[in-house]
């Protein structure tokens, strides 16, 4: 067995971005996420990287823009307030077509709210919360090991379709402690960044930019953008399917809540009931054919988010047209984190035999 | 004669007063109070208090009234 | 497992040892720290799962072992333990008579006296830890002792000793008495 | 015999959750005692920031309005245009103010807006665990600059106060500190003009307040208190930078 | 007939606020919506309001937060960039229950993109582009008469659900000209202002926050929103319905596209086409039941956006379950607006008998 | 016969979008001749900025990079640090650096980045149609100050270059302008003079131009050029505000 | 009807004094004005229609009538008047030559020409406001005259005089020929 | 003997050459150029171009060439 280390997972985070060759690190302290920040100020200075605690979540998303335009792997992390100021700038970067990282520990909300951990940023993440219709690549672990795995998974897919990643976790993932086993970066082909800024004495002018203003440019530019997100969709949406080959409800829910989930799914099936787990891992691209096949012949699934309702759109846009899909969220704050007990409850409340 | 009166649950034992007074007139105690924290103590010797206030001015927590 | 105490009582440190050993002995676990806004005098609490297979979930809604370090601590998660499971009391500052729960079994120890018999104040975490080991074989008290060397910075490795003899003397007081 | 000293009868009778020792207590009762000396609590709408003070509500029996981190003079000029005759202050932090709120400081200071800032320097970010803020010492260690603040990369402690002074639009602007009684006596005082700026109707007033953070500074109380007077207190230099009506 | 003048959309939305009691705006220039600063500007003095040019769009919306707090009607107004910038504090808004107007004259993107006409804004105004999961209230006028009306509806909306309300337009409904007719406020039931801010001369303290940390309060307060979102929907939903009851193919888009759309409808149906147009006016709450029950007899739903798709998606969350919805969408940039011909030809392309 | 005077090499030879006598060709052809001289445009990195300079790209024969409204001295600031070999520069208008910019030059400036700031103060936002900036002059008409500029409510005109000056981070800070071609050639002086702090690695570096925009202002290109004389350069100083290593 | 030419050519005001017209014969109009980028030198354009009905789209794709100021607007709108349609161009400075399509109704009138004729050079836009108004009968020249109170600010009514007189002059063209 | 070239395609008739020129041999021609500006026109007297470049130096489009 591998040497496993007992992690954090805002640290998790880190040790990935390092590993993937990540080496500049720009952030602003908002809680719980300041391991992160606190981590990349140890270690940067150390590889050879610059570790900047910018003057605001602004400055620090536009200090990413430029590294990253220079071809660097670059990333920001921050928690939901500070998420909301990066997205202007996000959609720059999305219409600017620059890969880069970006960590939501996200914490409930609305407002100032509270620090507790939180899927209310879903929409935002997922749809766009920038203007101008664009979106971005989300992944959302569930677990220490994916943390680290899926940080190095963001950075390559954000080089090869040319566009910001983030990281989509909360408080659950990101204070929790588990083994995980460190490796090597895995290989994938990227393509030559042949886009980065570095000055014309290693060719001709380069430019990044997102203004278009010639005739159509502007349009063909958005069917470009949106040829990328269909092309993701059909190679990189990734899931986790837990036994819902002979289910006949399905649990779902992304990160921290389908964590809690699972294990009421298990103890579903310690019941006798016939109950599986889709969780989806890409939120964008969000797996649609994974939720289309499995409702083929599942026809109730049970959605459960840490908010009002926000996944679920999509859950419901996904599924067979005679499935139904039900919902159970808890907007969370101190004390609204639900248990696997509670889960079990709302599946025996939709369970049909 | 001036003295001052020291609320034992909003101290919090920083003990800036005992640095503030002039006479020395305030300790902390040993024993922790309900909120985990060891408070002031005021304890007259030889030395009186002049009700200067200082201890309070001084306290973060307006734990300290003065009385003269 | 469900740790809870008030700052301070190192239950986050206790939690992140027992995770640590959980590794040692190569099982999957997962630890779950929670804390209140304020930074002092808040509530600590912690969720370590220990499992030889898949750890589900880290949040557990009715425990079956809690280890309870103070009186609020009691107040707000005694009610949640699972019926028939273990609960680990300090009672140098939990008043047990007011508790109404009888289908638990209820480990009663005085963590401060123990701790400050053993030479120091500060390892009513440790002690604790012991103690639990000890009542549910999760796991040992080697692996534990194994364990310090890297859930403790290097600078504190010379208290290492005094931990283990903490640990010892919690898990002597189950071993002593079978049930204290 | 009678009472000498009591509690401001603006800041309300409950146990805060600063830290032992923290500086922000005091200011508290100074700010409180300022507003009962001009009778102002009952037409006073306060604006709260983002930092360990946000709790600013529970503490003073005022109206409050919280703000969006940084944003709490853009708040407060919002406010102050709509109700005039209100007295409307801030109370942020260093990270506040100096960091993410520089835009929003600069420019409420420089159109003159009619309201007073109180500002805590605490050289630190105190509510998210003592990162590194625009006001750290040069060599410094936070949790975010762990070898010590660099200057040649991380920059210089921004002067606040001084800068402020240089905009036309500022009216006063003062730093004081309360770290020791005779401290204290001089940082009412300021307090007292600045307020007096608003209620005349003399424009935008501001005070920094040098403030320890034993938590995050990782020491007692005594010792952060005895910091801010040999570190801070060289660095940050105690005075009134700018008067224009001589209060 | 009363008197009718030519105004523009922007201008328009100025005499709508001032008619509603609007004395207080906060802004930053930007283009297409600079006739708003520009006209406020001019009247605001003259009638004893504030009219500040801020540092920036997020000074601007907390000016408005503040003078909001005590009970003013404040507005602002942006283009998309800027809104972007806005969404953090539109969040604390929503979160602290206070009611405001933000106009958004959205322009094309993402990033800087250009200033033509754009829809892109959908999801970021409907689904919440800040953190939390919060929703504001969304209108979207089609018409210069519009502009001004629901800019009045707007006021008294916000202020009866206690959140913050936008006009979501776009550089055709903003730059346009036709005519209008200004009428006195229409009266409303509005409720006291028993939480605005003024000094405890006046009774208790009052306090306007977002931060909820006592154990379970975040989470109640989440659900209060939610059950203002429901009531909302239940209430205020509004739409136009023109010529749906006997089609086979109902046209649906929003603000300008509808307007674009409107036409298409008219010339199929002088071709004999059975064709109706359903425009939701209001997007949040976005009117669901008109569409259910529309698509209980007709089954093909043609949308149209100058976006990839936004609302359509809130369209097939809202039709009957066996109804086809179909998207054609001009994601705007110079020279991409699409014309009525177009879109009739769009329709052909659907249309069944 | 030998031509004396021709377009500098960095310059693209095409038509700018600018309006006749806009004096943002001037300053382009300065920073260009500039970059010239130190044989600095193959090993440039340019951060344009949101406002009438915002096709940098399209003038200046470099790699630029577009940055959010405001936003040039942080995308520099990352651009820089990955990229310490290249020479790197921000071309700003005074809405975008001197309103909702603000805390980020205020920022870059204070970290001693080793960039260099151009900064085109033309008292306007030209790009959106001549509204009111932070730089507009008391009692200038804009279509945001049709009542011309009331400083009680509006503040005064911030003075960026003395404002800067006062920070520990920056190095060079200057004043120029172009509306002679004495003043022309004080301004290359100037500007070498900024480039030459970040060649030789000495840190921030800054110049604002005095800029015309008769467009906005309302004038023929021969009135407006004459304003910068008789007006601007009354209340903006021309001249150097810090020199640190007297280059 | 669909106005183009470029930036100063007064193509925006021509476009609301018609709409205003509309408005005084208490008909449905709408304006929309779209322009380059660049403040000057850009392209100006803009679209106008009228309807005793309902006003739908403000967005033509196939205009019936199209004014033609400069060159560049031929070349770009030019193809997309609806076939029949009326395009009225100004030939002092569009070259017509070189314009393929025989399925319009064309109306070639020097307006530079003219309008320098009545004595103001800028008063392009009304002459070809003019004549507009004459072959399509939209609009009268009288609604026209009195919209130009409601269209020019104040400072600019001493214009009034002129301006009618070039809508005229305009509007006299087509009356003269019926067709030019 | 010195000269410069006026662009007439790149100049946009802002005037500031002819007020540059110490030996006043700039003014503004009267015809529009295909942009629909007024070209700068260069045109000697008895009072010679002494190649002083300062017209240059003013004209903000680059537009003048000048040789010596
Ligand atoms: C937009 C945003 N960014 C970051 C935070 C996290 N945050 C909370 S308080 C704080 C700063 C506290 O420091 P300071 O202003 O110096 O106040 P102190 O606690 O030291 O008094 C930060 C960054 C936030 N709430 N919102
Ligand atoms: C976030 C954002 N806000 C506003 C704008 C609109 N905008 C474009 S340029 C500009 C300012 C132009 O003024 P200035 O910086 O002074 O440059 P100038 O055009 O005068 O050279 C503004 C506000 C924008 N593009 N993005
Ligand atoms: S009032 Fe003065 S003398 Fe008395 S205890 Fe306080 S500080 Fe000491
Ligand atoms: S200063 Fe106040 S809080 Fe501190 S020890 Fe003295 S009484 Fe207690
Ligand atoms: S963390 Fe620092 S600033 Fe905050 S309450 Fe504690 S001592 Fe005060
Ligand atoms: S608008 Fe002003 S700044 Fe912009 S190009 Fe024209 S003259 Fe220059
Ligand atoms: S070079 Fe000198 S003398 Fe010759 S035209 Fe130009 S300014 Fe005049
Ligand atoms: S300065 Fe240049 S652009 Fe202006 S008139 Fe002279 S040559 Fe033409
Ligand atoms: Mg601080
Ligand atoms: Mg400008």
């Given at each position: 067995m591998a040497k496993r280390l007992l992690v954090r997972g805002n640290e998790a985070i880190c040790m990935g971005a390092i590993e993937a060759g990540c080496r500049y690190y720009f952030g602003y302290p908002i809680t719980p996420q300041n391991d992160i920040p606190e981590f990349m100020s140890r270690e940067m200075p150390g590889l050879n990287g610059e570790f900047i605690q910018a003057e605001s979540e602004i400055a620090s998303i536009n200090m990413v823009l430029g590294a990253a335009a220079t071809g660097a792997r670059a990333m920001t992390s921050s928690s939901s307030p500070g998420i909301s100021l990066k997205m202007e700038t996000i959609s720059y970067m999305a219409g600017m077509e620059i890969p880069c990282l970006i960590v939501n520990i996200s914490r409930s909300?609305?407002?100032?709210?509270?620090?507790d951990a939180s899927q209310g940023d879903y929409f935002q993440a997922v749809k766009g919360g920038g203007h101008g219709g664009y979106h971005i690549i989300v992944l959302a672990p569930s677990s220490i090991q994916e943390m680290y795995d899926l940080t190095m998974l963001a950075f390559d897919l954000a080089e090869i379709y040319r566009m910001p990643a983030m990281i989509l976790g909360d408080a659950v993932v990101g204070q929790m402690k588990e083994p995980l086993i460190p490796h090597p970066r895995p290989h994938r082909e990227l393509p030559a960044k042949d886009w980065a800024l570095r000055g014309t004495e290693e060719g001709g002018q380069r430019v990044v930019k997102s203004l278009f203003l010639g005739d159509g440019e502007l349009e063909a530019h958005n069917w470009k953008l949106f040829a990328k997100y269909r092309d993701l969709a059909a190679k990189e949406a990734r899931w986790e399917d837990y036994e819902t080959a002979d289910a006949t409800l399905i649990a779902t829910g992304f990160g921290s809540a389908a964590r809690i989930a699972k294990t009421a799914v298990a103890m579903a099936r310690e019941e006798g009931m016939k109950v599986g787990l889709l969780r989806p891992i890409t939120l964008f691209p969000f797996p649609a054919k994974a939720f289309a096949s499995a409702t083929e012949h599942c026809k109730t699934v049970l959605d459960i988010e840490l908010n009002t309702g926000q996944m679920v759109e999509d859950v419901r846009l996904s599924v067979a047209r005679d499935a139904e899909v039900h919902f159970y969220g808890r907007p969370s704050g101190t004390g609204s984190l639900p248990t696997p007990e509670e889960l079990l409850e709302q599946i025996r409340r939709y369970y049909r035999n | 004669m001036p003295t001052i009166e020291i609320d034992e649950l909003r101290c919090k034992g920083c003990g800036l007063c005992t640095i503030a007074c002039p006479k020395k007139l305030i300790t902390l105690s040993e024993q922790i109070n309900n909120h985990g924290y060891t408070p002031a103590l005021f304890q007259e010797t030889e030395i009186k208090c002049t009700g200067c206030a200082l201890c309070a001015e001084m306290c973060p927590d307006v734990a300290i009234k003065v009385f003269k | 497992m469900f740790m809870a105490g008030y700052g301070g009582q190192g239950v986050l440190l206790a939690g992140t040892l027992l995770a640590q050993a959980a590794i040692v002995e190569e099982k999957n676990v997962s630890f779950l720290p929670s804390y209140g806004v304020e930074k002092r005098g808040g509530a600590a609490v912690c969720t370590v799962v220990i499992s030889d297979g898949d750890v589900g979930?880290?949040?557990?809604?009715?425990?079956?072992v809690a280890v309870i370090l103070n009186q609020s601590s009691l107040d707000k998660?005694?009610?949640?333990?699972?019926?028939g499971g273990i609960c680990i009391v300090n009672t140098s500052l939990v008043d047990l008579s007011g508790f109404p729960r009888k289908d638990l079994d209820i480990i009663a120890i005085e963590m401060n006296a123990v701790a400050r018999e053993i030479g120091d104040a500060r390892m009513v975490n440790m002690v604790a830890v012991g103690a639990y080991a000890a009542r549910t074989g999760a796991v040992s008290i080697d692996a534990l002792a194994e364990a310090l060397k890297d859930t403790l910075p290097e600078r504190n490795h010379r208290f290492i000793p005094a931990n283990v003899r903490a640990l010892e003397a919690g898990a002597s007081l189950i071993g002593k008495s079978g049930q204290v | 015999m009678q009472q000498v000293f009591r509690r401001p009868e603006s800041l309300k009778d409950v146990q805060t959750h600063f830290c032992p020792g923290c500086h922000h207590g005091t200011i508290h009762r100074i700010v409180a005692e300022t507003l009962d000396e001009f009778d102002l609590a009952r037409k006073t709408i306060g604006v709260a920031s983002i930092g360990c003070s946000v709790f600013l509500y529970s503490y003073f029996d005022l109206d409050v309005v919280e703000s969006p981190h940084g944003r709490a003079p853009a708040v407060a000029t919002g406010v102050k245009r709509a109700r005039p005759d209100r007295f409307v202050f801030t109370y942020q932090g260093d990270g506040d103010l100096?960091?993410?709120?520089t835009a929003e400081i600069i420019h409420a200071a420089n159109r003159g807006e009619d309201i007073t800032v109180i500002f805590v320097n605490n050289t630190t970010y105190g509510m998210t665990g003592g990162q590194m803020a625009p006001t750290t010492l040069p060599g410094q260690r936070t949790s975010t600059s762990p070898y010590g603040r660099r200057s040649e990369k991380e920059g210089f402690p921004v002067r606040v106060a001084e800068l402020l002074s240089g905009?036309?639009?500022?009216?006063f602007s003062a730093r004081a500190a309360v770290n020791s009684p005779r401290n204290i006596m001089d940082a009412k005082k300021q307090m007292k003009k600045a307020f007096r700026y608003q209620i005349e109707g003399k424009g935008f007033s501001f005070v920094e307040f040098l403030s320890a953070c034993p938590t995050n500074w990782g020491m007692g109380a005594i010792e952060a208190n005895e910091r801010v007077g040999r570190e801070m207190c060289e660095y940050f230099r105690l005075g009134t930078f700018k008067n224009t009506a001589n209060l």
């Open positions: 909300g609305p407002g100032l709210g509270g620090i | - | 979930s880290p949040v557990v809604g009715n425990p079956s998660y005694g009610p949640r333990i699972k019926p | 100096a960091a993410i709120g905009l036309d639009g500022v009216a």
